[in-house]
């Protein structure tokens, strides 16, 4: 498998759009590409769940594939054709153009990398991109409009393999997805045929796609890639690196495809000391500290818990690198409509003008030099803005951030400078590769909303929070503890009082951010005095996310115990976290919960109490089960894991093994990077079980499955399992 980054993607793409002739790439773009405006497959399928819940209408799919759960729950839920209609365009119809769509568009414009777009999704905000840019396109939305796309025609040209929204013809189902990749007939010009052609000479950049089996899109590459080498390599863009493993081997394996996976940035990246020492007994993580830890990390040390690469990253990048200018519309609007207008009706005779257009054009151009003219009256503010506003759209976020240092915000009034901090917290959003630049980024929001005059605009006390709190999480994540602690106390002090929830998480996140910071430093009696703060001020509160925070404080408050050896108080604060949030719906407090009875677990462990620890296990076990909430199934997993390790210590291997299997049965086809970790582990220490039951035969069975399972994961995790699995069949295969 060929896994690089994101630099080193384009870099290929542009040495070859600069080397070849003729277009070498179209692209392909799915759901991601849409985000926010328009919700995922499987939150789609979580709201179709609800209807069909409504009409008592509950009945799992046989498969649990993605397609399938998708086709099974939405015909649920609307089982009439023209109510799966209706639900679509409700969906669509006038929703915001996503950022991703008008970056994607603003490629387009110059064909540099290609002119052609294939796309499953049904919406339009790509054809509403180019509208906007004023660019002519050819579109197919039906097998029957097929015909109308010639991959060697220069024109920009949009494919909708499933249909859009606008008309039902559009195939929405597992069946109707799959007649799209069928054979063509004899009379007939088919979306399989039409991939097919542009498959011939050109290779797909992927982009917010996750590739279902069966769709018209994945079975015209399966088709071209079993035929031999591309002329150019196909790049598909992962928004996380686990979805790698969920792509079928003809794909993975292919040696002309490249896939494109966020890569973990050397602040956040903590390398594991490797040993070659055998350790089929030990578990890293069973105290409670680890455990809190590992199950905590988008709150503790600032530790994101996943690293993506989203569709506007990509697609910012490329702009970049290829240097586009930013299109006519927002360079000089007036121009870009007169022309617009030109364009609508050339060589218009007066006679034939009965809307007197012409005169609509000149107006707008009387217009264009009058604007010229009150910007050079305005002490030119507006003209000294504009080269921050080019550097946004040309996507040089860096620069944009470089503009604003040397402005004087001084001679800007309120409305301009509102404008420039939500423009700010955009550019710091997409130099999250770069803590320096988005520290500085953030650093001018605040400076400008420290001149804002009141009262200060809602979205602007919300974006200057935003920033505030990225400051200090940085700071933070950067282990600059002091200009942090800093950080965090300003963002206390300043929103403790406002009632908005959104800010008062913040605060209470900013309190827990701050007690860990006190735990790094081993100041364990000041980080319970965080902790306790937070149970203090928000523990009657009605509000879900702060009762979230509630746990975690009660959590972070029995690790900080651990630390000063108070064994005899932390299980009183776990007892009160279960207690208090037992009987919760909220899956993000159920989750906490069932860490709290694992940590419990933990405790009694450290005491050398097995057998109440094992029943702590038991009641994790048995209360979360049956949940279907991905948190909730890692907590289960963990805790049978837990709980078979325990029972190995006993030399109860056999009653292990029972727990071992138990993951093994249940979580091997989770898709879930964390849950096959778990699986993993299971089998690892099954073998290990079997080993001290002098099976060896069975146990080196056990470690092959590891080895041939997860050998290909690009996951840190996962590798080290494998790795663990071959140390131990080599230290067999030497008795």
Same mark, same amino acid.
């Given at each position: ?11 290929h793409?542009h040495q ?7 277009k070498?790439?179209f692209?392909?773009?799915g759901?991601?590409?849409?985000l ?5 497959a ?7 769940k609800n ?5 008592k209408?509950?009945d799992e799919?046989?498969?649990q594939?993605a397609?399938?759960s ?10 009439q ?10 969906l ?5 153009i ?12 110059d ?11 049904f ?10 840019f ?10 029957q ?7 060697e ?6 494919v909708?393999v499933?249909g ?9 189902l597992?069946?109707e ?9 004899a ?5 399989r045929?039409l991939?097919?052609n542009i498959?011939?000479r #050109?290779s797909?950049?992927v982009i917010?796609?996750?590739g ?5 899109i994945?079975?015209?590459?399966? #088709? ?11 790049y598909?863009?992962?928004?996380r690196?686990?979805h790698?493993?969920a792509?079928p081997?003809w794909?993975t394996?292919h040696?002309n495809?490249?896939?494109?996976g ?16 055998p ?5 890293t993580s069973?105290?409670?500290k ?6 905590n990390?988008n709150?503790?040390?600032?530790t994101?818990?996943?690293i ?6 990509i ?12 299109p ?8 870009f ?5 030109r364009?609508s009706?050339?060589?218009v005779?007066d ?8 005169s ?7 217009a ?11 002490a ?11 550097a946004?759209?040309?996507?040089k ?44 980024a ?8 420290e ?9 602007s006390v919300?974006?200057i929070?935003?920033a505030?709190?990225?400051?200090a999480?940085?700071l ?7 200009e942090?602690?800093?950080?965090w106390?300003q ?14 998480e ?6 827990l951010?701050?007690g ?6 081993k100041?364990h ?6 902790y306790?703060?937070?149970v203090?001020?928000?523990?009657d ?16 408050e ?6 000063l ?24 407090i159920?989750?906490?919960v ?12 450290e005491?050398?109490r097995?057998?109440e ?14 949940f279907?909430?991905?948190?909730l ?7 049978l ?13 056999e ?6 299997d138990q ?7 989770s898709?879930?990077?964390?849950l ?12 290990a079980s ?9 146990a080196t ?19 080290e ?5 071959r ?5 067999i295969?030497?008795l």
């Amino acid at each position: 498998m060929n896994l690089i980054d994101l630099e080193t993607a384009v870099s290929h793409i542009h040495q070859s759009c600069a080397d070849e002739e003729i277009k070498p790439f179209f692209f392909v773009v799915g759901a991601g590409i849409s985000l926010p405006s328009i919700p995922l497959a499987s939150q789609i399928v979580d709201a179709c769940k609800n209807v069909a819940a409504k009409w008592k209408r509950d009945d799992e799919p046989e498969l649990q594939n993605a397609s399938d759960s998708y086709s099974h729950w939405f015909q649920l839920a609307y089982p009439q054709r023209v109510q799966r209609q209706k639900y679509l365009r409700n969906l669509i119809e006038d929703k915001a153009i996503s950022a991703a769509n008008l970056r994607l568009a603003h490629l387009l414009l110059d064909k540099q990398i290609t002119n052609l777009v294939v796309t499953p999704n049904f919406d339009d905000l790509l054809a509403r991109s180019l509208n906007l840019f004023g660019a002519s396109y050819v579109i197919c939305d039906h097998p029957q409009t097929a015909e109308r796309i010639d991959p060697e025609r220069n024109d920009l040209q949009i494919v909708h393999v499933h249909g859009t929204y606008q008309f039902y013809d559009c195939c929405n189902l597992a069946g109707e997805i799959q007649e799209r990749s069928k054979n063509p007939s004899a009379d007939s010009y088919t979306m399989r045929a039409l991939l097919d052609n542009i498959l011939l000479r #050109r290779s797909p950049l992927v982009i917010g796609y996750s590739g279902w089996e069966g769709d018209v899109i994945m079975a015209a590459l399966k #088709r071209r890639l079993s035929r031999g080498a591309l002329p150019n390599n196909l790049y598909w863009f992962c928004y996380r690196r686990e979805h790698i493993a969920a792509f079928p081997n003809w794909l993975t394996d292919h040696p002309n495809v490249c896939f494109v996976g966020p890569v973990e940035k050397s602040h956040e990246h903590v390398q594991t000391e490797e040993t070659n020492e055998p350790r089929p007994t030990a578990l890293t993580s069973r105290t409670p500290k680890k455990a809190i830890e590992e199950s905590n990390k988008n709150l503790v040390s600032g530790t994101s818990v996943e690293i993506t690469l989203s569709a506007q990253e990509i697609l910012d990048s490329l702009v970049r690198s290829f240097g586009l200018e930013a299109p006519l519309l927002t360079r000089d609007p007036l121009k870009f409509f007169a022309q617009y207008l030109r364009k609508s009706l050339p060589q218009v005779r007066d006679q034939d003008d009965l809307y007197a257009i012409g005169s609509v054009i000149d107006r707008v151009g009387r217009a264009a030099e009058h604007e010229r003219e009150i910007i050079e009256g305005q002490a030119q503010i507006e003209t000294l803005l504009e080269p921050f506003r080019d550097a946004l759209r040309r996507s040089k976020y860096r620069e944009a951030v470089q503009i604003i240092y040397k402005l004087d915000t001084k001679v800007l009034n309120d409305r301009q400078r509102c404008d420039l901090i939500s423009s700010l917290w955009d550019a710091a959003l997409a130099l999250n590769d770069s803590p320096d630049d988005v520290i500085d980024a953030c650093e001018q929001i605040l400076l400008l909303g420290e001149i804002l005059t009141q009262p200060i605009p809602k979205s602007s006390v919300h974006t200057i929070a935003n920033a505030l709190f990225k400051k200090a999480y940085i700071l933070q994540k950067m282990e600059r503890w002091e200009e942090a602690i800093i950080a965090w106390d300003q963002l206390i002090i300043k929103y403790s009082e406002f009632p908005a929830i959104t800010l008062q998480e913040k605060v209470a996140t900013a309190l827990l951010k701050k007690g860990w910071i006190f735990h790094e430093l081993k100041h364990h009696e000041e980080a319970i005095k965080m902790y306790k703060q937070i149970v203090e001020k928000y523990s009657d509160s009605p509000e879900t996310v702060l009762h979230v925070r509630v746990a975690n404080a009660l959590l972070f408050e029995a690790q900080s115990l651990y630390e000063l050896e108070r064994y005899d108080e932390i299980l009183p604060a776990l007892e009160q976290s279960i207690g208090k949030y037992s009987d919760s719906p909220e899956t993000d407090i159920q989750e906490q919960v069932a860490l709290a009875m694992r940590c419990k677990g933990y405790l009694l462990i450290e005491l050398e109490r097995q057998a109440e620890a094992i029943t702590a296990f038991d009641e994790a076990i048995k209360k979360f089960i049956e949940f279907s909430a991905t948190e909730l199934k890692e907590q289960v997993a963990g805790a049978l894991v837990e709980k078979g390790s325990t029972l190995f210590e006993l030399e109860f291997f056999e009653e292990g093994i029972a727990a071992y299997d138990q993951v093994i049965e249940k979580y091997s086809d989770s898709a879930e990077s964390a849950l096959q970790e778990q699986v993993a582990k299971a089998l690892i220490f099954k073998g290990a079980s079997l080993e001290a039951l002098e099976e060896q035969e069975e146990a080196t069975a056990i470690y092959n499955q590891v080895i041939e399972r997860f050998s290909n994961s690009p996951e840190p995790a996962l590798k080290e399992q494998v790795r663990q699995a071959r140390l131990n069949t080599e230290k067999i295969s030497e008795l």
